[in-house]
């Protein structure tokens, strides 16, 4: 099993779509889980961190289940603009990272 | 203020060459992480270098090596190139004590012929 899985893509909707990517981990010691935001041909960038109690930043929303060791983020009203691959990221501890094989979201008008 | 620069930023080398990457952190911090991504998959964690020592290492064969100097810059040295070796090279830079999230330079992409 790898330690970090996530949807396979890609996924395609219209503008103005939510769309929601789905993410599990297998290490239970994990220590903090992130979205990673990558264009192509370009380097990650960090989206958001990822916390037990839900966190949201204007149209992203993110969210930690550690019973179940699944992360998610929600989008909102898909921008063109939000077109890119989407890494699940976890933290096995000093800031050593595991990234999930991505998933590729395509906004089309 | 400078984030993660990464130098070259494309290298072409032939199988059985080595091949040299550098990257300076940021500004502040002081451990230096490298990355292998090959297309279509996620980044794979290499090593990690922190007061000058190689700290984390990932499931990487030893012709992957590195080095850490006083200024915390890094370098990130792969001998005996395979085609596989063919990559997104990336470095991130992150400061040891607060155990935040990594911000990544542009990358080196290396082409193995």
């Known amino acids: 099993r790898k330690e970090v899985e996530q949807d396979p893509g890609p996924f395609n909707v219209p503008e103005g779509a939510t769309v929601a990517f789905n993410c599990t981990y297998s290490?239970?010691?994990?220590?903090?889980f992130f979205w990673y935001r990558q264009d192509c041909r370009k380097e990650p960038k960090l989206l958001m961190s990822?916390?037990?109690s839900g966190n949201e930043d204007g149209r992203f929303t993110a969210q930690l289940n550690r019973a179940s060791q699944y992360i998610s983020l929600l989008i909102r009203d898909s921008k063109l603009s939000d077109s890119a691959t989407y890494l699940c990221v976890v933290n096995r501890g000093y800031s050593t990272l595991t990234f999930g094989k991505g998933t590729m979201l395509l906004v089309s008008p | 203020d400078a984030g993660v620069t990464q130098s070259p930023t494309h290298l072409i080398k032939t199988r059985g060459q080595q091949v040299t990457l550098r990257c300076s952190p940021k500004?502040?911090?002081?451990?230096v992480s490298w990355y292998q991504q090959a297309l279509g998959q996620g980044p794979q964690f290499i090593f990690q270098y922190y007061e000058e020592e190689e700290r984390q290492r990932g499931n990487f064969p030893d012709r992957f090596s590195g080095h850490q100097f006083p200024n915390y810059s890094s370098e990130l040295n792969v001998n005996a190139l395979l085609l596989g070796d063919s990559a997104l090279y990336l470095c991130?830079?992150?400061?040891?004590?607060?155990?935040?999230?990594?911000?990544f330079g542009n990358g080196t992409r290396l082409t193995v012929t």
């Open positions: 290490n239970s010691a994990s220590q903090s």
């Open positions: 990822v916390y037990s």
């Open positions: 991130a830079s992150s400061f040891m004590a607060d155990n935040s999230p990594l911000h």
């Open positions: 500004s502040g911090h002081d451990t």
